[in-house]
């Protein structure tokens, strides 16, 4: 598995969406990471993107495209069903609680 340093200790959940999972041949690999309100700043997850990127692109050998949810943003977006998004790793079910549209 794919380790980059302090990506999981912040997440939710890291999600694989997009032509990686329906393309048998795809272009790119799309990945919505969620991570908790509170856990970090918005500064924060953009590194830890950053942070993800070439690894993820060289272990794939295609480019990554990353999206940054935090967890209520991907309950109100209802994000992970809507894309058909398919787990790659999670923490824990994702928490809708309090986060009603």
Not at 54 to 70: F, K, M, R
Not at 83 to 95: I, T
């Amino acid at each position: 598995m794919l380790e980059v340093s302090g990506v999981r200790s912040e997440a939710v959940g890291i999600f694989l969406f997009g032509s990686a999972l329906t393309a048998a041949s795809p272009r790119d690999v799309d990945l919505l990471y969620v991570y908790r309100p509170g856990a970090g700043t918005a500064r924060r997850a953009i590194e830890l993107r950053r942070a993800m990127c070439g690894p993820v692109g060289a272990a794939l050998g295609l480019e990554p495209h990353i999206i940054l949810l935090n967890e209520r943003e991907a309950a109100q977006t209802n994000f992970v069903q809507e894309e058909q998004c398919a787990v790659v790793w999670r923490k824990e079910p994702l928490s809708t609680a309090g986060y009603e549209r």
